[in-house]
């Protein structure tokens, strides 16, 4: 089903200044346990990348060792070896403060790492084992980014900067802000930020697109990955689509309702089964003399053996779990069943069904409108979560249709490949929905019948649960006349958050908006005959579920007629200058543009509605981005008699009746000032910031360096055994004497006694000094022996051109012949001349070559016989092109005499002698019918 995708790359060099190189993009499919990599470039429409082990998944973690840094399948061997030195699960702990619920799970899981809070934003920081060096949790996640990039760009042999990488859904502002970030230190160009759920629906729908029409189909999507499980209800259909000014039909996929459980997941059932392992492991006759517990090392075997112990489980009813030297060198070894895991894990299973409820509970539906149920996630293959789905979804099979490691990272390299402008792909419209409401609180005054005035806070719902977004809303402050601050928080999610997950969120507060000029923009105009509308803000929900605030306006609303345009006077001046040449626009305009004047406030294309608060009912307005209509007041036209007039006449036509003066309502806005502070979690300063690409600049650096030297290294251990090779070998001992073998393998000797005593600590320059040496003293052994490689093998080719050019110069004897001929005898000549200057520079050089011993410097070189091969050849190819593009002379036609006039010879005279007839006979060719005529006529 590939070709339904239809990927079609167009590569666009010219677009934002790239070359070539710079058009590859990659998507970044980032779990809590594995990293997923896929790309595109020109001629790769979408491909998974393998890692430097040629695997498909990475995993997500990163070690720390005293000289060098390690990744994915290192970092994980590592991680068992000295796991407090290596982290992982990073993704749990990015935009939380240390006082976060999650961050107090983490610890209890890592016990060996030492977490701190930052001074200045209380965010994670981990202290590195056995040094002062701290590293905050955005830099050990840049590290996993760094490394990725660095996969993927030696895959694709491409210089990549720009990235789609997925996140949880229920991932919230600080934490999509701070993943931002993150990747930013990496060198890395966030294009978006696509929730796990929308790729896997996205890579789902790009390859059944043709099944797709105007009537919606539901799909729910249930993933349980590493970490949490989350479950999706997903619409498609067929939606109109603008692109380039074009309308036409597209697929598009719509998240109606997501519910999650952020603490249920592959990893909670590892735990599990290790305490069975744990368990049982106590239970053995030989005691270790300090718990196992106590053991970081032997706690990172013993998790190791549970994920194994887990696969099996999911395909066999029984398995024998073992690791040699599981701690104090005691092997351990014992059965587990199928049904101790099971009910190990009772509470574990109960929970399965919940994020399905809360799905249908968002999105408004039922199972029986569901026509599909999806599996997507590693920990599905458990036979009891299967089991306790398909009693939750009322199915009796599940889909299994998709790939479970690699969806999310196929959807979002599609989506990449739309965003980077340098490919054009089939548009597939992805609209997400928000799991999390949104409000925005004000405080008001408000006046009671006394005349008392009280402070109310006015809540106001800018995104309701499951609103799809990207999107814009507008909020109106209808009654606010002096400046003031609204506030932005999320709103009441009790009923979707339940239990860890509600503690483990974080701040409900996003940010507080400070608006000033609002009283002086309603002073300028209280003289101007204007209707003061309200303070208008501008929201925006970007495609990576950023929320911003675009812009802050007070808006004015004055009615004008044609007459007080024409007679300025009847406007102040001011209002008249702000209006300019707006109006005699709109008066000019036709019936048609009348009826199309928009209000002022331009809208957009979403048509999501928010719903005034139930705590507020009389709260300012919320409108969505929609394209409407101004609502222009309708012109009532009266007939009027004027008693005055009268007329005899009765067959004339009365007067038309004089029509009530049109008038316009003309909006006008001020932009407001207003100041933005980010209040769940604050912004990293530029200073930390450089901080941190520093220190990742002088890790990057330092892993160059490991790397140049071992590769250095290496080399050296490499050539001396070379070198030792080829001193055995019947060519080198030709052209060398024992003496001089003797003394360079004693270098060698030497040498390799130092590299495996002392020299392993020595730096990369030692190593590349050591191995030039040894290159020195063999330089003109090494040089004799490629000679006398190499010369036969060019003395053959200058004998094998010697040979054309030989043939050459024999056939063009016949070129110089004629009136016209094809070269000149100076060209052949100077040919000539050349090959016999060859042939005794190469017979005599041959002679005094055979006489040199092989112990002596050569004098005939395999450089000079190329130089004279190309010289010939050079010659030879000159003259080869002068016969390609010689062009004959055309020959003068033969003249005759007719009727003595003397004239040239055509075609005509050559069919007539060939008829038989006189040349220029023409009553001889009058007299019979023209038979050659229908005859060619007939062959025509």
């Known amino acids: 089903m590939m070709d339904t995708i239809c990927v079609v790359i167009v590569v666009l060099a010219s677009i934002n200044g790239l070359g070539v190189d710079a058009l590859a993009v990659m998507s970044i499919d980032l779990g809590s346990e594995y990293i997923k990599l896929a790309i595109v470039k020109p001629g790769v429409p979408m491909e998974i990348v393998l890692n430097e082990e040629s695997k498909r998944k990475t995993p997500a973690v990163v070690c720390l060792k005293d000289d060098e840094r390690l990744f994915g399948d290192q970092a994980l061997v590592a991680a068992v070896k000295q796991p407090h030195k290596c982290y992982q699960y990073l993704l749990e702990l990015l935009g939380k403060r240390i006082d976060n619920p999650a961050v107090k799970r983490y610890q209890s899981l890592f016990p060996y790492h030492k977490l701190a809070g930052d001074p200045l934003r209380d965010t994670i920081v981990f202290h590195h084992s056995g040094t002062d060096v701290k590293y905050r949790v955005e830099e050990l996640m840049a590290m996993l980014f760094q490394y990725a990039k660095f996969i993927a760009e030696k895959y694709t042999e491409e210089s990549i900067s720009m990235a789609v990488i997925t996140v949880p859904p229920f991932f919230n502002q600080a934490e999509r802000r701070t993943l931002i970030e993150a990747a930013e230190l990496a060198d890395i160009r966030v294009l978006q930020l696509v929730s796990s759920s929308a790729a896997v629906a996205l890579n789902y729908g790009v390859f059944r697109r043709s099944d797709f029409n105007e009537t919606p189909q539901y799909y729910m999507f249930y993933d349980m990955g590493a970490s949490f499980t989350s479950a999706y209800i997903v619409e498609y259909k067929k939606a109109a689509h603008v692109e380039d000014g074009f309308k036409e039909m597209a697929p598009q996929l719509?998240?109606?309702?997501?519910?999650?459980?952020?603490?249920?997941?592959?990893?909670?059932?590892?735990?599990?089964?290790?305490?069975?392992?744990?368990?049982k492991f106590r239970e053995m006759k030989r005691k270790p003399s300090v718990d196992i517990t106590e053991s970081p090392r032997g706690m990172a075997k013993l998790l190791k053996e549970a994920k194994r112990v887990k696969q099996i489980l999911s395909a066999n009813t029984d398995t024998i779990s073992q690791v040699e030297g599981l701690h104090e060198d005691i092997d351990f070894r014992a059965p587990i069943t199928r049904k101790e895991f099971e009910a190990a894990c009772t509470d574990l299973f109960d929970r399965i069904a919940y994020p399905v409820n809360e799905a249908l509970e968002a999105a408004d539906m039922t199972m029986a409108e569901i026509q599909q149920v999806i599996l997507m996630g590693a920990s599905t293959r458990i036979p009891e979560v299967k089991f306790r789905l398909m009693k939750a979804t009322e199915r009796d099979e599940l889909g299994k249709n998709i790939n479970t490691d690699e969806a999310a990272a196929l959807g979002a390299v599609y989506l990449a490949a739309h965003l980077s402008k340098a490919f054009r792909v089939k548009p597939f419209i992805v609209k997400e929905g928000a799991i999390f409401p949104i409000l925005v609180e004000f405080d008001r005054l408000k006046k009671a019948d006394d005349g008392e005035e009280t402070l109310r806070t006015v809540v106001r719902t800018l995104w309701g649960r499951s609103n799809p977004f990207p999107q814009k809303k507008v909020?109106?402050?209808?009654?606010?006349?002096?400046?003031f601050t609204f506030f932005v928080n999320y709103g009441d999610f009790d009923s979707i958050v339940e239990g860890e997950d509600m503690e483990a969120f974080?701040?409900?507060?996003?940010?507080?908006?400070?608006?000033?000029?609002?009283?002086?923009?309603?002073?300028?105009?209280?003289?101007?005959?204007?209707?003061?509308?309200?303070?208008?803000?501008?929201?925006r929900l970007d495609e990576s579920g950023l929320l911003h605030i675009d812009e802050v306006e007070s808006v004015f609303e004055v009615s004008v007629s044609k007459s007080e345009i024409e007679s300025q006077s009847e406007l102040p001046p001011s209002a008249f200058e702000r209006l300019g040449s707006t109006i005699s626009k709109l008066f000019s305009a036709s019936k048609a543009d009348e009826a199309a004047d928009v209000s002022n406030i331009t809208q957009a294309n979403e048509s999501a509605t928010a719903s005034p608060s139930p705590q507020s009912p009389d709260a300012e307005t919320t409108e969505n981005k929609t394209d409407t209509d101004a609502g222009d007041k309708k012109v009532d036209e009266q007939q009027e008699s004027d008693p005055n007039i009268t007329s005899n006449d009765t067959d004339k036509t009365p007067p038309p009746p004089k029509q009530e003066e049109l008038r316009k309502n003309i909006t006008m806005k001020e932009?407001?000032?207003?100041?933005?502070?980010?209040?769940?979690?604050?912004?990293?300063?530029?200073?930390?910031?450089?901080?941190?690409?520093?220190?990742?600049?002088?890790?990057?650096?330092?892993?160059?360096?490991?790397?140049?030297?071992?590769?250095?290294?290496?080399?050296?251990?490499?050539?001396?055994?070379?070198?030792?090779?080829?001193?055995?070998?019947?060519?080198?001992?030709?052209?060398?004497?024992?003496?001089?073998?003797?003394?360079?393998?004693?270098?060698?000797?030497?040498?390799?006694?130092?590299?495996?005593?002392?020299?392993?600590?020595?730096?990369?320059?030692?190593?590349?000094?050591?191995?030039?040496?040894?290159?020195?003293?063999?330089?003109?052994?090494?040089?004799?022996?490629?000679?006398?490689?190499?010369?036969?093998?060019?003395?053959?080719?200058?004998?094998?051109?010697?040979?054309?050019?030989?043939?050459?110069?024999?056939?063009?004897?016949?070129?110089?012949?004629?009136?016209?001929?094809?070269?000149?005898?100076?060209?052949?000549?100077?040919?000539?001349?050349?090959?016999?200057d060859t042939i005794n520079w190469k017979n005599n050089t041959l002679k005094e070559q055979e006489a040199l011993s092989p112990l002596e410097t050569p004098v005939l070189l395999s450089t000079d016989i190329m130089a004279k091969i190309n010289i010939l050849q050079r010659e030879m190819q000159y003259i080869v092109n002068r016969v390609k593009s010689y062009k004959p002379k055309p020959k003068p036609l033969p003249k005759i005499t007719i009727n003595d006039t003397e004239r040239v010879v055509v075609e005509e005279d050559l069919d007539s002698v060939i008829k038989g007839t006189k040349v220029g006979d023409e009553s001889s060719q009058s007299d019979k019918p023209d038979e050659s005529s229908e005859t060619s006529k007939r062959d025509e």
């Open 506 to 539: 974080g701040s409900r507060k996003l940010n507080s908006v400070v608006l000033s000029g609002v009283a002086d923009a309603m002073n300028k105009h209280s003289d101007d005959g204007s209707e003061a509308k309200g303070v208008k803000a501008h929201f």
């Open 254 to 279: 719509t998240i109606k309702g997501t519910g999650f459980d952020r603490t249920l997941g592959g990893s909670v059932f590892d735990r599990r089964i290790q305490k069975l392992l744990l368990q």
């Open 475 to 483: 909020m109106t402050f209808s009654r606010m006349v002096n400046d």
């Open 671 to 836: 932009k407001l000032q207003f100041e933005t502070s980010i209040r769940d979690l604050s912004k990293t300063t530029n200073e930390i910031v450089n901080q941190s690409k520093l220190k990742l600049k002088e890790l990057s650096e330092r892993d160059r360096e490991v790397v140049e030297r071992a590769k250095s290294l290496n080399d050296l251990e490499s050539y001396l055994i070379e070198v030792q090779e080829k001193f055995e070998t019947e060519i080198y001992q030709l052209v060398s004497t024992a003496e001089q073998r003797e003394a360079i393998l004693k270098s060698v000797s030497e040498i390799s006694e130092w590299l495996y005593e002392d020299g392993y600590d020595a730096p990369t320059e030692d190593f590349k000094a050591k191995q030039k040496e040894i290159k020195a003293s063999l330089k003109d052994i090494t040089f004799r022996v490629n000679e006398k490689i190499a010369r036969p093998k060019f003395l053959h080719e200058l004998e094998q051109l010697f040979n054309h050019t030989q043939l050459f110069l024999i056939a063009s004897k016949s070129l110089l012949s004629g009136d016209d001929p094809i070269l000149t005898e100076l060209e052949i000549n100077k040919i000539d001349e050349l090959f016999n």
